[in-house]
Every structure is written in structure tokens, then in C-alpha cells.
């Protein structure tokens, strides 16, 4: 039995093609003064939030009634409950992340018709369901975020409406149509800019907020991209590649919801710090079914986190590993020395080298995984062994012919077969395998390192693999450990079930066909950014739609998206986002890709700020294995977060790193030229405080610290519960991350620490929103040098 349900048109069912329910021009007239249009602004306010309460309340009550329905013997109701109580509770959640600045935007077109623009899209109640805002995302809002005096996009005027607890607080306007700015705008600002600056400007609080409101057009062109396959995004510090990163995601979301809401989205990022940083920028947009994870967090159940020599890290990462990691398993499989003799109905039967080789062979040559090969291992041999004990008993006195029938050996097989100590024996010779330990007892020994890496790995790689500190148990792996381990599943054929085998293969065969058949439609050219779609490559596009890639996904148990994608090493999704991609390695790669076998992937990077030995500083090298040249590149050149000041510095980091590159353009000054300090060796960590507690700003003050001086800084500040105001870190857990002021730390020990120091010394001054200041002993890197006042 199917119940209907009389459903209140929610966000997401808002049409975005719908034209507004205003009618020619509302009340706040541009000649109406502020206080009128502010009056008016508010009068739209109460009506929206009025209808928002509306929906919650139903919701709510739809809710309860759910949870209140009877009918868990009957599994088709059972199965309908548990979505439409989803369905209600995204809702809900969509609803109060909405409540925060609800209503932030509208446009006037040309021909009178306006446009309200909100964080959710909602219909009116009224007999036409007219639209009351319309969601960020929509068609109709782009005018918002692209219009400009030049390119009007029919808006005649672009109004900005800022408000605060459902209290409108200032209404800004900006004239496109040429004729010049409203006098009376409230708020005393009359371009766009005004709001971005004064989103730029406001204090950091440690987490990073949505840009929905002042998303710029440069921004706004990847964010909505409509391409299929992958985008990579090259940008400086602080041209806002994160945040196109999640608006990106909640864009798809939005666009393709049917498809993402069962693949999901999977935004990667360097590490925990930086996930809690971005973690409620998509929550706010109503968007909560996107699985968050650092590479080290991706095999399931290991939580990849422990810090390792960077040398370590990059053998890891190389793709040499894959052909170690093979020999490795082979290397399991294993003969006997000597013969094992055991007593079978009697009579002695013998485990030995022409045994084991006949199944081994036979078992290699089926060129299943390993795990997945066991079973024709394990038959041979009861076959071989089958013989031998009919050669013992069977054969005739007289001529040696086996007087045993093919029946009877057959059923002496079936006995081995069922014989547990028989079975045991033979099993040591090619064991289950479980991806961990697996991993952990090639760690263990030296032995098995050096015949693994054989000449693939030189000495001083191998004693790298095998060092004092190797991971003992599960939770002491790396983030480098998780491809290997993901490389080791692949190997043995680990979780993946016999059945779904064949499914998966031939689901592989149609993509890399696929895959095939773009390379030569595109040829080896990268695809301009303003080409048009060829038709063909959309069509070879549609074989590996992410739709195709969702049907295969089951849908189980009450799980949300993200956490069956979050458990299960197998699944693909449709989406997936990489931030800080830059820093990861080729072994990282594979295992991404697997996860992506549509390619569709948003890759977010600056090749300039490569800080871990085993990134990469050039895009085409890393997709070439996967995309051939079939990716675009976007580029971002606006500086949002560092001011000019700070940038100044900066760029002359930037200049060593790479010459050829162009620094971005700061879109604001501080006024606050940095400043740089030097002192006595001895004398480092205590000026440094004393700079991080004397800043001006009220937000965050970042103290950034070389790795070698870490522990010595932490003893001194303490519990860092006792001093918020402070923060202290190391280069590489501040990627990614902003604060209002930042105390960099002994630059030249900060560019010593790695070969890829500069980019390190790189990162660290371009974390400030505000003032930087510099504390140091040792003369300054000469990059940097000149542009500081001491
Ligand atoms: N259009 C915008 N409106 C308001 N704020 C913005 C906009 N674009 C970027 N920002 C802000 O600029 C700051 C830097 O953005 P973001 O962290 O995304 O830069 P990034 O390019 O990822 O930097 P990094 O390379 O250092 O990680 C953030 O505070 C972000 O919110």
C-alpha cells in the first residue's frame, strides 16, 4: 500500500525557472530614501521568514507522525518510512541553516520584473505557488554574481541586503543601468564591493563561513561549471580556491541532486585541523551529505594520521610501490623446504615442492587476486594430492596401473578436501590475507622488504620502509600508509565479493573503453575553457555518467550516503573534490581514482605552496596517467585574504619558487606594513609570544613555528585552553588555514627543514588577513629580506 503525502513545496522542489511573484517595482524605490526601503525589505523579511516557520512547523508535524506510523512487519512500508523521515529531517536541517541570513540579495531586471535571492529557494503558499526566493544556486540568481555596468544581464539595479537576526540592517544598492549610484543607499555603500570587503575584513573566528553572498565572477565560472570531467583550479594563497571548493559542491548537489544525493560528493583535504576549519561552510548552505576525509582517513577503518620523516612519505607515495607491494604478496606464496608428511586413511601423505608448485601455478595462472585465487590454489592440490594417495594405495602389483576408478579419486579429493589438519597445512603456503596485516608484517621485517623491493628500491629506500618507528599496529599507521593499504586490496582482492566480480570488471572494461574513446575524440590538446562541448565527447561522456554510477550503488540500510561511501572501500562516487591537491602523492592518486572511475573531479590546487616531497608541481603529470590531457585548467588571480602589504612579501618568495609566475592581485590593503624582529637565538620564543599577545586585532593571532622548534613553543604556551587568542602551529598543519595576524618564525629554519622549504616559507606568510610580523635569529632568506621593516 502506497500512502500520499500532501507536501508543502520545499526548497528543493522550488522551480528555478519561475518568475518572481513581485510585480513591476516594489516598495523600496530607488527615490523612496532608506529608511523606506529598508522598511519595505523588512516587510518581504517577516513574510519569508513567516512562510519559512510555516514549513518547519509541517515539517515537523509530518515528522512526528512518521515516527509515529506502525508498520515494521511490513517492509515496504517499513522502507517507506525510513525515507520520507529522512526526507523530513534534511529538511528540517536545511531549514534551520537557512535561518541565518535567509535573504541577502535581489535584482531588478529591465523589464520590472525582480528577483529575491536567499540561501534556500522557497514558494509562497499562495494559489500559484509563486516564488517567494529563489535559492543561490538557481539559473535566475546568476545575474546576481556575474552582472556588471558593462555586461548588465538586464539587472537594472543589484541590491544587497544585509540583516541579522530577521532584522534587516542595511540595504546597498548598485545602479548598472548607468544611472550612477543611489545617494540614499543605506549603509552608505554603493558597489558590490563594499560587502565582500566587508566580509574580508571581519575578524577570523577559527572556522571559515560561506560565501554566498559575494561570490565574484571568476569564482562564480568554476562553481557553476557545467563540465564533466575534470577541472583543475590553480590559484595563489587566498584566491578562494577552498571556498569555490564547497560552493562547487553545493552547487552539484543542487543541480544534479538525484544522481549525487545516492553516489555522494567526497571532498578531500589535507588534514583534520583543515576539515574542522571548512566543516560547517556546507552544513550552513543546508548541505550535509558530503563525506569530508583526508587521504589518511580513506581506507575505511584506519585513521592515517601519524606523522613520518618526509623521506619515508615520498618512497611510499612513488608508484614503485605497486610492483613492491606485488612481489610482496607473491612473496607469501610460498613452497615448503622440505617435505610435511602427514598420516591420511593410514598411510603417509606428503605436502612437498611438486605439490605446491602444480597449485601455485595453477592459482598464478588464473590471474585472480590473490585472496580470490585461493580457492584454485587450494583445489589443485587436493587434486595433486588426490593422486599421489591413489598412486600409494591404487596401483597395480603387477603393472603399477591405477586400479582406482575416476570415481573413487574423486571422492578420496572430497575427503582431503574435508580433512581440517590437511587443509590447514596447505593454506600456510598461500594464507588469507588481510590488507593491515599484511601491511604490517612487511613493515616488521627487513627480510621481507628487501625481497619485495628487490632492485626496484635502492638501500637507503629499503631501510627508509624499515625503519625504528614502523607502524605495530593498526592505529599507528600514516597518511601515506592508506593508498598502500588500498594498493594491498586491490592485490589480494580483499572485500570485494566473488559475485560482484565479474559486474565490476565489465563495469571497468565500459569505462576505460570510455576513457578510451575521449582521448581520441579530444585528441592530446587541453580543452580551452570557453570551448563549446563537442557533441561526440558528450556522448562518450554519457557512458560513463555519473547516473550509470549511482544505479550501482545499493541502497541499504538507513545509513546516509556519506557514511555507506565511508565504510565501504569500493564505493564510487560521483563527485569528488580535492583541495590542497597539490600535496598528494602518485600512490594517493590511484587510490582517488578508483574511487572516481567517471573521472568527474574538482582539483584544487597552487603548485607554488608544494610543500610535501612526494606532491606535485605540475597538474599534467599527475592526471596524464588517468586523463591523458583531457582536463581544464582554471586559474584564480584575485588575493582575497592576504593584504597588499603582507603579499608584497610574499611575492618575493614567490619570485624564488618560480619565476615565471604571476602573484596574485590583493584585493585589499591593511594599511599595516609588516614588521620583523630580530633577537638572540634564546630569546625566539618568548619575543614571539610576547608579538602574539600584543596584536591589535580581536580574532585569531596564529604563532607559526619550523617543525624543529615545535616542542619548545608548546611548553611555553602551555594548555592552549588556557590561551585561545593564540594559536600555535607548524607550516603544514596551517595549510589551507587564515588568522587575523600571524607571528612567523625563524623563516630561514622554516626554508631548511625541507627541500621544498620555500614553498613552506611560502604558505606561512600567506596565512595573515591583517599583520604579519616576523621574529627571527638568523638572517632572513634574501627572498624576503627587502620587503620587512625591522
Ligand atoms: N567571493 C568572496 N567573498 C568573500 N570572501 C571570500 C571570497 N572569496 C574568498 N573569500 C575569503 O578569502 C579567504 C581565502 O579563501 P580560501 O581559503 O578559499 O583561499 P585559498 O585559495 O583556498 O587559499 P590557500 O591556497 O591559502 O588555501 C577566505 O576567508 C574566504 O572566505
Same mark, same amino acid.
Given at each position: ?25 516594489? #516598495? ?23 512562510? %519559512?516557520? *510555516? ?51 535581489? %535584482? ?138 564547497? $560552493? *562547487? ?118 590471474? *585472480?587476486? $590473490? ?32 586400479? %582406482? ?19 590447514? #597445512? ?40 624499515? #625503519? ?175 593584504? *597588499? ?88 598543519? #596551517? ?56
Amino acid at each position: 500500500m502506497t500512502r500520499t503525502h500532501n507536501i508543502d513545496k520545499a526548497p528543493s522542489e522550488a522551480p528555478s525557472n519561475t518568475s518572481v511573484a513581485a510585480s513591476g517595482r516594489d #516598495a523600496s524605490a530607488p527615490d523612496g530614501g532608506t529608511d523606506e526601503r529598508v522598511a519595505a525589505e523588512q516587510t518581504f523579511l517577516d513574510g519569508v521568514y513567516a512562510r %519559512l516557520d *510555516r514549513l518547519r512547523r509541517n515539517t515537523q508535524r509530518r515528522l512526528a507522525s512518521e515516527l509515529r506510523e506502525d508498520g515494521e512487519d511490513n517492509p515496504q512500508l517499513l522502507s517507506e518510512r525510513e525515507s520520507y523521515e529522512r526526507m523530513y529531517s534534511e529538511d528540517l536541517a536545511k531549514f534551520d541553516a537557512a535561518e541565518h541570513n535567509l535573504y541577502f540579495g535581489r %535584482l531588478d531586471m529591465d523589464g520590472g520584473e525582480v528577483r529575491r535571492i536567499g540561501r534556500i529557494g522557497i514558494l509562497d503558499d499562495d494559489e500559484d505557488d509563486s516564488t517567494l526566493l529563489l535559492d543561490w544556486r538557481a539559473p535566475l540568481s546568476r545575474p546576481f554574481y556575474l552582472a556588471t555596468p558593462a555586461a548588465t544581464e538586464d539587472v537594472h539595479r543589484r541590491r544587497h541586503v544585509r540583516t541579522r537576526s530577521r532584522r534587516v540592517r542595511a540595504v546597498n544598492d548598485e545602479m548598472l543601468d548607468g544611472t550612477g549610484a543611489d545617494p540614499t543607499a543605506s549603509g552608505g555603500d554603493v558597489v558590490n564591493e563594499s560587502a565582500l570587503i566587508a566580509a574580508l575584513d571581519a575578524a577570523r573566528t577559527g572556522e571559515m563561513t560561506d560565501i554566498v553572498e559575494t561570490i565574484q565572477r571568476e569564482q562564480d565560472v568554476i562553481i557553476r561549471s557545467a563540465h564533466r570531467g575534470v577541472t583543475v583550479v590553480q590559484g595563489a594563497p587566498g584566491t578562494g580556491k577552498t571556498a569555490v571548493a564547497l $560552493h *562547487r559542491a553545493a552547487y552539484l548537489l543542487y543541480t544534479h541532486r538525484d544522481i549525487l544525493s545516492r553516489s555522494g560528493v567526497l571532498i578531500i583535504g589535507p588534514n583534520d585541523t583543515f576539515l574542522r576549519y571548512i566543516g560547517q561552510v556546507l552544513p550552513s548552505l543546508g548541505e550535509t551529505g558530503v563525506l569530508l576525509s583526508t587521504i589518511g582517513d580513506l581506507y575505511p577503518g584506519v585513521h592515517g594520521n601519524r606523522p613520518e620523516p618526509r623521506e619515508t612519505a615520498v618512497v611510499k607515495g612513488d608508484l614503485r610501490m605497486v610492483d613492491v607491494l606485488k612481489r610482496a604478496v607473491r612473496e607469501r606464496q610460498t613452497l615448503p623446504s622440505t617435505p610435511i608428511t602427514l598420516t591420511f586413511d593410514g598411510y603417509p601423505l606428503e605436502i612437498d615442492r611438486k605439490v605446491i608448485t602444480h597449485a601455485r601455478g595453477r592459482a598464478r595462472s588464473s590471474r *585472480r587476486p $590473490h585472496n580470490r585465487a585461493r580457492p584454485v590454489f587450494l583445489d589443485a592440490a587436493f587434486d595433486a594430492l588426490a593422486q599421489q594417495h591413489a598412486e600409494r594405495i591404487g596401483s597395480s602389483l603387477l603393472d603399477g596401473s591405477q586400479l %582406482l576408478s575416476r570415481t573413487d579419486i574423486a571422492d578420496i579429493r572430497d575427503e582431503l578436501a574435508a580433512d581440517e589438519s590437511i587443509r590447514a #597445512a596447505l593454506e600456510e603456503f598461500w594464507p588469507h590475507l588481510t590488507p593491515a596485516s599484511f601491511l604490517l608484517d612487511l613493515y616488521a621485517s627487513r627480510d621481507h622488504i628487501d625481497r619485495a623491493g628487490g632492485t626496484i628500491l635502492d638501500r637507503d629506500e629499503k631501510s627508509l620502509l624499515f #625503519a625504528d618507528e614502523f607502524p605495530t599496529d593498526t592505529s599507528q599507521f600514516t597518511p601515506a600508509d592508506a593508498p598502500l593499504l588500498d594498493e594491498v586490496a586491490e592485490i589480494i582482492g580483499y572485500d570485494e565479493p566473488d559475485e560482484s566480480e565479474r559486474e565490476r570488471d565489465e563495469w571497468r572494461q565500459r569505462l576505460s573503453e570510455a576513457q578510451d574513446a575521449l582521448d581520441i575524440l579530444t585528441g592530446s590538446a587541453p580543452q580551452d575553457l570557453e570551448d563549446e562541448l563537442d557533441p561526440e565527447i558528450l556522448m562518450a561522456y554519457d557512458l560513463i555518467d555519473a547516473e550509470q554510477l549511482a544505479s550501482r550503488q545499493t541502497q541499504r540500510e538507513r545509513l546516509t550516503t556519506a557514511e555507506r561511501a565511508q565504510t565501504d572501500r569500493t564505493w564510487t562516487f560521483g563527485h569528488v573534490i580535492v583541495d590542497e591537491a597539490q600535496e598528494l602523492s602518485p600512490m594517493a592518486w590511484r587510490m582517488l581514482m578508483r574511487r572516481t572511475p567517471n573521472r568527474w573531479m574538482t582539483i584544487i590546487g597552487d603548485t607554488a605552496q608544494t610543500s610535501d616531497l612526494a606532491g606535485t608541481r605540475d597538474w599534467g603529470e599527475v592526471l596524464s596517467p588517468y586523463v591523458a590531457q583531457r582536463w581544464r585548467h582554471h586559474e584564480l588571480t584575485v588575493n582575497y585574504r592576504t593584504p *597588499r602589504e603582507i603579499m608584497d612579501v610574499a611575492t618575493g618568495v614567490l619570485a624564488e619558487i618560480d619565476p615565471d609566475r604571476t602573484p596574485p592581485t590583493s584585493l585589499r590593503s591593511s594599511g599595516r606594513s609588516p614588521v620583523s624582529v630580530r633577537v638572540d637565538a634564546d630569546d625566539v620564543v618568548d619575543e614571539a609570544l610576547r608579538r602574539a599577545h600584543a596584536t591589535e586585532s580581536d580574532g585569531l593571532t596564529a604563532v607559526i613555528v619550523p617543525d624543529e622548534l615545535y616542542t619548545r613553543f608548546a611548553v611555553a604556551v602551555g594548555d592552549p585552553d588556557d590561551d585561545r587568542a593564540v594559536h600555535l602551529t607548524t607550516v603544514s598543519d #596551517a595549510k589551507g588555514l587564515e588568522f587575523d595576524e600571524t607571528v612567523v618564525v625563524e623563516p630561514t629554519a622554516i626554508v631548511a627543514q625541507s627541500p621544498r622549504g620555500l614553498s613552506d616559507l611560502y604558505v606561512a606568510l600567506t596565512r595573515a588577513t591583517q599583520q604579519l610580523s616576523v621574529v627571527y635569529s638568523e638572517d632572513l632568506p634574501a627572498a624576503m629580506a627587502q620587503h620587512l621593516e625591522s
